[in-house]
């Protein structure tokens, strides 16, 4: 856990340096109205009027999941959710899941991310940095990724995760949205993960390792916060299905969901 | 001196208002005696800005505005005198006060940073200046997101000699957008979900309802060809109802402004759009009116039954009810999610019938700078010399946007409609692209003939700007030797609106005129919005094609740029300073939708050797034949 922390600090004490955005070169833009007002205090609100009509930096958390899940494998706790810091084209993220098990009454997974987000197109952000396995067994990752909307709507989220024990995995988000009235949405959503090699400790075997679909049903009370009821369904694959059917374990299992999706 | 009846008006407010016992002025209901805002008139005004709390729509609520009303009150000039206005701030951040519209110095034109430097909690700064014209104008902060909130109010400037529009009772509407939250939060809140305030989207029932009237493979396909480009055709706002509240003088249409009138007599309304993001499409049903102004100057009366004012614009109309009853003045939203009514009627406290809100237009490829044919085919197949743009300028085309394009079939082996009267030299900066610009017009065209955005099939007569000319013969009339073009650019999704794809924060050179010059301004819209564009201490004579020659071009201070369109306007660059240039739309400016115009003093001024930084580019000595039916073709 303080590992995590401190990989937190230190992400964002990198990162701070690089959102100073120059507002003004060494001349200024314009300056005739210096003849009739104080130099320095004319300077000082050219500052200002140029930082604050295109330079404003925002804050932003949001929930998208926190969600309880039941199954007949039991009940969890599930979140996910992130936030940022930024202007339009750098921003710092974190972003955070995980799920508490309610019959192990013990966090099974959780993992924080910190990553530093560029804006490389209209639609898509490059994002590099940390991930940090609080659950299991205090992993840490180098992430790179990209986020953005596609064509069509589709809200992508794609990471490729190099561990510090050498083992390469990924995973897909993706995100659709049918607006059956202006604020009752239904959201199919898939999240594929996928690993280069066979990872024994984390019972997890090379390729397409897991399948997340869920289709959620959110009514926007207002648009800052819905809450939603859905179906979720889980499956694995390949050797990685084998670990759990080895364990005794399901290899697939379908839940209902119920929970909110809530920012600021 | 006053005109008798405007006298014998306010005498009766007056005591009206006399009578309404300790309640501030603004808390006074019509029935009151209410009819407008408080005038002040005069040569000397003290004008304090405060906050303070107020109620509208039957809910409280807290406004920033000066000596305690919200719109701000009503200043009367006279024009020819000198006014002198103290302004003193009361607030805990810095305030200012510019005049929209009116030829102040520049160092009075009150834009923090550009102009002066602001007022400071507990100042008092004082403006000084002469007034050389005469109409509707108004006045209003451009200090952080203040305007949103109330700080706004209507200007009259008497003229000095016998008005050429004859009325007998006039009554100002100053029309507003109130958000009960905090302006910040609410832009902060575009830039997270810039579609969030958005309640009018195309739903599944409304697919449903498009495949069965117009097939599957139809609404497929429309819905194909929107979602390829990321970009919604119910984007006519950013911002609407219920988050939006619309106001006249500050009331709801629950609080029901009231004018009065007696039959037969001609009522000159004088209409202002100070709201922060939203163009109004205004009627009265039932009474036609006769646009006799527009953004302050004298038009040729002009008789329509609707027309859509973009924010920060003002007209002038005239009504003649001839009967006893209650008419309504309808201001809708352009996005049509809301609106404001106020009654007109022969007594006060009248209550008009409210027309039911219209449905809620939807864009169509044209707004793109796409034609519904050329789209959705991954190529660009113009080959429809019959549907090209009417006036299209080859000496001011954007050929930048234009790789990728059969330059033949764009209309090149066409004769100029508007022949080659104009051979100056065009100045275009190239559009910086990037995270900041979603989409480049491709075929931006001119709109001046088409009604405000949603009204061409209202069934009645709208109010096109190409409709418009001026009272009076225009001042200067001279062919302009140069020719600027800025391309208004965004990207939706980011809530990232700017000029030429430069924020303002990114800004590192003023545009720069010469004192003495005659300069076009050409616009080209590269986003699905329209924009009222402003420029200060100058007004835009607008080139009208086919009426250039008219020397009655419509003057204006504020222009609406439709989606995808292209238009120019010829300026006079008169007054020496560094100007505002901005979209009057509050958040796209706050999002960097602004620049400076420096008019450089002629001593100063080197026309034709300055580029700007911008290329240069003189079309008229450029052999478009030789561009590239080859080199550009797909």
């Known amino acids: 856990m303080m590992r995590g922390i401190t990989l937190c600090a230190l992400a964002i004490s990198v990162a701070a340096p690089v959102f100073a955005e120059a507002a003004e070169g060494t001349s200024p833009p314009w300056s005739m109205a210096d003849d009739y007002y104080d130099a320095d205090e004319m300077a000082e609100a050219r500052h200002h009027v140029l930082t604050h009509h295109g330079a404003t930096r925002e804050v932003y958390v949001m929930a998208d999941r926190l969600e309880l899940q039941s199954s007949d494998e039991g009940d969890a706790l599930v979140w996910d959710g992130n936030a940022w810091y930024g202007g339009d084209i750098n921003k710092l993220w974190i972003k955070s899941e995980g799920a508490y098990s309610f019959d192990a009454d013990e966090i099974e997974d959780a993992e924080v991310q910190a990553l530093w987000s560029h804006a490389i197109s209209p639609y898509f952000d490059l994002q590099g940095g940390i991930r940090y396995d609080l659950e299991p067994k205090g992993r840490t990752h180098a992430v790179l990724g990209a986020q953005g909307l596609a064509p069509y709507w589709f809200e992508v989220d794609a990471a490729a995760f190099l561990s510090s024990d050498g083992d390469l995995t990924a995973r897909i988000e993706t995100e659709y949205e049918f607006r059956l009235t202006q604020r009752l949405i239904l959201q199919p959503r898939v999240e594929a993960e996928l690993s280069a090699q066979d990872i024994p400790e984390l019972e997890t075997d090379s390729g397409l390792t897991s399948l997340d679909a869920g289709l959620r049903l959110r009514y926007e009370i207002v648009r800052e916060f819905a809450p939603y009821i859905g179906?979720?369904?889980?499956?694995?694959?390949?050797g990685t299905a084998d670990y759990l059917e080895a364990a005794g374990e399901e290899s697939d299992r379908t839940m209902f969901v119920a929970g909110v999706r809530t920012w600021f | 001196m006053l005109h008798r009846r405007h006298f014998l008006q306010y005498v009766a407010g007056g005591a009206a208002l006399a009578g309404a016992g300790a309640l501030p002025a603004w808390a006074r209901s019509s029935s009151e005696g209410n009819l407008g805002i408080p005038a002040l008139q005069g040569n000397r005004f003290d004008l304090t800005v405060g906050t303070f709390p107020m109620r509208i729509n039957g809910r409280a609520t807290d406004a920033i505005g000066v000596n305690g009303t919200a719109p701000a009150p009503l200043l009367r000039f006279r024009e020819g005198e000198e006014v002198t206005l103290n302004v003193t701030n009361t607030l805990e951040t810095d305030t200012s006060i510019h005049w929209h519209g009116l030829l102040v110095p520049f160092q009075m034109d009150g834009v923090p940073g550009v102009s002066f430097p602001g007022i400071r909690p507990g100042e008092t700064f004082t403006y000084k200046y002469a007034v050389p014209q005469n109409g509707t104008y108004w006045y209003h902060s451009h200090s952080g997101l203040?305007?949103?909130?109330?700080?706004?109010?209507?200007?009259?400037?008497?003229?000095?000699?016998?008005d050429p529009v004859a009325y007998d009772r006039?009554?100002?509407?100053?029309?507003?957008?109130?958000?009960?939250?905090?302006?910040?939060?609410?832009?902060?809140?575009?830039?997270?979900?810039?579609?969030?305030?958005n309640f009018q989207q195309r739903t599944v029932g409304d697919f449903l309802k498009d495949a069965s009237a117009d097939g599957l493979g139809s609404a497929l396909e429309d819905r194909s060809m929107w979602g390829a480009m990321r970009m919604s055709p119910r984007d006519l706002a950013d911002v609407g109802a219920p988050t939006y509240t619309y106001l006249i003088n500050g009331r709801s249409t629950a609080d029901n402004f009231n004018m009065v009138f007696n039959p037969g007599e001609r009522v000159r309304l004088r209409i202002i759009n100070a709201a922060a993001m939203t163009l109004f499409n205004v009627r009265l049903p039932g009474l036609p009116m006769t646009i006799v102004q527009a953004d302050g100057l004298n038009v040729q009366p002009l008789e329509v039954d609707e027309?859509?004012?973009?924010?920060?614009?003002?007209?002038?109309?005239?009504?003649?009810?001839?009967?006893?009853?209650?008419?309504?003045?309808?201001?809708?939203?352009?996005?049509?999610?809301?609106?404001?009514?106020a009654t007109l009627g022969p007594r006060p406290g009248m209550r008009a019938a409210v027309p039911a809100l219209r449905p809620v237009p939807t864009l169509t490829m044209k707004d793109m700078g796409m034609d519904h044919a050329a789209m959705g085919h991954g190529e660009m197949e113009m080959d429809r010399g019959a549907d090209a743009p009417e006036a299209m300028d080859h000496s001011t085309m954007d050929h930048s946007a234009m790789a990728g394009m059969d330059h033949k079939a764009m209309g090149h082996a066409m004769p100029d409609p508007h022949g080659p009267e104009v051979q100056m030299v065009s100045v275009e900066a190239p559009v910086t692209r990037g995270p900041g610009v979603a989409n480049i017009a491709a075929m931006p065209v001119t709109r001046l003939d088409e009604p405000g955005i949603g009204l061409a099939d209202v069934g009645h007569r709208t109010l096109t700007y190409s409709q418009l000319r001026s009272l009076d013969p225009n001042p200067d009339t001279r062919t302009p030797g140069r020719e600027i073009v800025v391309h208004l650019t965004s990207n939706m999704e980011r809530y990232m609106w700017s000029f030429d794809g430069v924020k303002f924060s990114e800004v590192t050179k003023a545009i720069q005129f010469h004192e003495g010059e005659r300069v076009r301004l050409t616009l080209i819209n590269d986003t699905m919005m329209p924009h009222p564009i402003?420029?200060?201490?100058?007004?835009?004579?607008?080139?009208?094609?086919?009426?250039?020659?008219?020397?009655?071009?419509?003057?204006?201070?504020?222009?609406?740029?439709?989606?995808?369109?292209?238009?120019?306007?010829?300026?006079?660059?008169?007054?020496?300073?560094?100007?505002?240039?901005?979209?009057h739309l509050l958040y796209h400016m706050a999002a960097g939708m602004m620049q400076v115009v420096s008019v450089l003093p002629s001593e100063r001024a080197m026309p034709m050797a300055d580029h700007q930084g911008h290329e240069m580019m003189d079309h008229s000595k450029m052999n478009h034949d030789e561009m590239g039916d080859e080199g550009m073709k797909p």
């Not at chain 1, 179906?231 to 390949?238: C, I, L, M, P, R």
């Not at chain 2, 949103?148 to 000095?160: E, N, S, T, V």
């Not at chain 2, 924010?311 to 008419?327: G, L, M, R």
């Open chain 1, 231 to 238: 179906v979720a369904w889980q499956g694995s694959f390949g």
């Open chain 2, 146 to 162: 203040q305007e949103q909130i109330g700080h706004y109010g209507p200007i009259i400037i008497d003229p000095k000699d016998a």
């Open chain 2, 170 to 197: 006039e009554y100002v509407l100053v029309l507003g957008d109130w958000t009960f939250g905090d302006p910040d939060c609410l832009f902060a809140k575009l830039k997270k979900h810039s579609d969030g305030q």
């Open chain 2, 307 to 341: 027309f859509q004012i973009g924010v920060a614009e003002t007209y002038d109309v005239i009504v003649t009810p001839q009967v006893a009853e209650a008419f309504a003045f309808v201001a809708e939203s352009i996005d049509r999610s809301g609106q404001a009514v």
């Open chain 2, 534 to 583: 402003h420029l200060h201490g100058m007004f835009f004579d607008l080139v009208i094609p086919g009426a250039e020659a008219s020397g009655h071009l419509p003057r204006k201070h504020t222009v609406i740029v439709k989606p995808a369109e292209k238009l120019s306007v010829d300026i006079s660059a008169e007054h020496v300073g560094d100007w505002a240039f901005h979209c």
